[in-house]
Every structure is written in C-alpha cells, then in structure tokens.
C-alpha cells in the first residue's frame, strides 16, 4: 500500500475528486474485487489487526498526531448533551439526530482543518467521515457507515498524515472513541440498524468492533479464551480494556432480559472457537464476505482518487 511521500519537481501534481458511487451490480461488484482499491482496503483492515494483538486499551498512548480527530469525536459527543432527542410518536429514528448531522455538516471544514492537513484533499476525506455518522435520510447506521470511518483513517494513511507508527493507537484510541460516540448516538437517537440481517447476524450494528477486538486477545497475557464472554463479572471488570468484551457488554445491555444464545446466536457460537487467533480470521473471512462482498452494503462505498475504484 503506497503512502504519499515528498513530490519531486518533475511530478504531475495530484488531482483529488470528489468520491462517487462505482458499484451498482454484480459486473461491477466483480471488479472491485479485483481493484486496488479492494487490495488496499483490505490490506489496511489487516494492518490495523495485527497492530493491536495483545494490547489493552489504556496501556495505548494517544500520540499527539492523532490527538486532533480524537477531539473532534469527543466535540460531537459533546454536541449530543446540546441536542437532546425530540417527543415523537414513532420509536425508532428520532429526528433530533437530523438536527445534531446538520451541525456536523456545517461546523466540518473549519473543524477538519487540523485533521486532514493537506487541504487539497479536505472534500475527498470529509466525504468518508461525514458518510461514518449514519444517514441523514433514513436515519440508520449499520457496518456500512463504520466502514467509512476506517476507509477516513485509509485516506489519512494514504496521504501520509498518518503513519506506521500510529496503527495501534488508531484502533485502541480513535477507532475505540468513534465506538464510543456511535454507540450513545444509536441510544440516544435510536437509530435502526442498517441492513441487519437480525439475529442471523454478526452484530445490528458493528463488524470491525468486534475484528480488532478479537484481534486484540489473540496471546492475551490474561489467559482469556473466547468462552470467556459468559463471565459476566470479567465482561464488567474489562469491558474498557478489551473492544470485543465491550461489543458483548453493550449488546447484553440493550437486549437485557433476551438470553444471549437467542439474541445473538452468531457470536454464541464464536464463543465455542478454541483461540482468538481462529475467531479473528474467521471475523476477517466474514467481513470480506458479508461488508465488503455484499452489494446491498458495498454498492454505497463511493470512490475517488485516494481509494481509486479504477486502479493506480
């Protein structure tokens, strides 16, 4: 995966667009597979993995590169306290959120000045973060959206605002703080889930939480093994260490009273795997099939020149 390095004289200067949709069919399904684009993405994905086996979250320092986005979620989250849901009938979808993206939208460029600091390229990234949030329209969110938000620290890393170096802290800082941010908005706001495929499903709403989180127990120096999730006392005490026990901790919490093999019958049976290191290729193969192979999920994936559809 190419990183963006010092442009000698001689160089085409780089032209960025803005991201659009190029999968709309299976044909073109098809070639995104076989794109750079498919190759970095997922090549990023196992990068981020790998950068976080055997790490706890608070023993990850957050370097100062990466301290300027972890504050703008922590703004957003912020702005949800400013916001509160609105007295409608309908359960799901409180139009509040409406209200709460607009701000996000209008506030983007002067905040995303210190996070993408080549300003060329501001359009092209702010596209994928603005996608991160949910949709204004449906008001949902779902493993799409949290596909986005890796395809922003993509683009960063591409463009080499981001480097080697901050991989772990990019997922057990920033990705872990974006977590935390879609989780209040998803309660608060009460998104629906986006294409989920309900309890025959990994999870209504994540896929990479649960990836990185596995990732982070493969020789765990706790000794923890995937059966480990119907300890509710060690879900309690390591929820905020271990991404994966904090998926599993916040599902149990919104379905309390549904027994957990019922509610999520996917991830009772990953229980039952022998080692994490199993459970996290077998969360990857998922995710190539079931995100990034699905057309009703990849077909909204937009493409530009960071993230080229056509090639290098």
């Given at each position: ?27 073109t ?11 970095d ?207 599993i ?27 994490w ?14 995100v ?6 990849i ?13 290098k």
């Amino acid at each position: 995966m190419e990183q963006a390095g010092a442009a000698s004289s001689e160089e085409p200067t780089h032209t960025y667009v803005i991201p659009s949709k190029k999968i709309d069919d299976p044909l073109t399904l098809e070639k995104f597979k076989k794109s750079d684009a498919h190759k970095d993405l997922l090549g990023f994905i196992a990068m981020l993995a790998a950068s976080v086996k055997n790490s706890r979250m608070s023993e990850t320092p957050l370097p100062p590169s990466l301290t300027p986005l972890y504050n703008y979620l922590s703004t957003l989250d912020q702005w949800i306290d400013e916001i509160p849901p609105v007295q409608q009938p309908m359960r799901f979808g409180n139009k509040a959120y409406r209200t709460w993206q607009d701000r996000v939208i209008k506030e983007s460029d002067s905040m995303l000045a210190g996070i993408v600091t080549k300003s060329e390229a501001m359009a092209e990234v702010k596209s994928y973060l603005l996608e991160s949030f949910g949709s204004y329209e449906r008001i949902d969110y779902g493993t799409g959206h949290e596909l986005n938000f890796v395809v922003t620290l993509l683009c960063l890393f591409k463009l080499g605002i981001y480097k080697q170096e901050d991989l772990k802290a990019l997922v057990n800082k920033v990705f872990n703080r974006y977590l935390t941010l879609m989780r209040r908005i998803q309660l608060i706001y009460v998104l629906e889930p986006a294409g989920s495929h309900g309890v025959w499903g990994l999870d209504d709403y994540q896929h990479l939480a649960f990836l990185f989180g596995a990732s982070q127990l493969v020789d765990n120096d706790s000794g923890y093994t995937p059966d480990i999730i119907s300890s509710e006392k060690i879900l309690g005490s390591e929820k905020d260490e271990y991404m994966y026990f904090g998926c599993i901790a916040f599902i149990k919490q919104v379905k309390k009273g549904v027994p957990f093999f019922e509610s999520s019958p996917i991830l009772n049976d990953i229980s039952a795997v022998p080692n994490w290191g199993k459970v996290t290729q077998g969360l990857m193969k998922m995710f190539e099939a079931e995100v990034v192979g699905k057309l009703p999920v990849i077909k909204h994936l937009k493409f530009g020149s960071i993230l080229n559809f056509e090639g290098k």
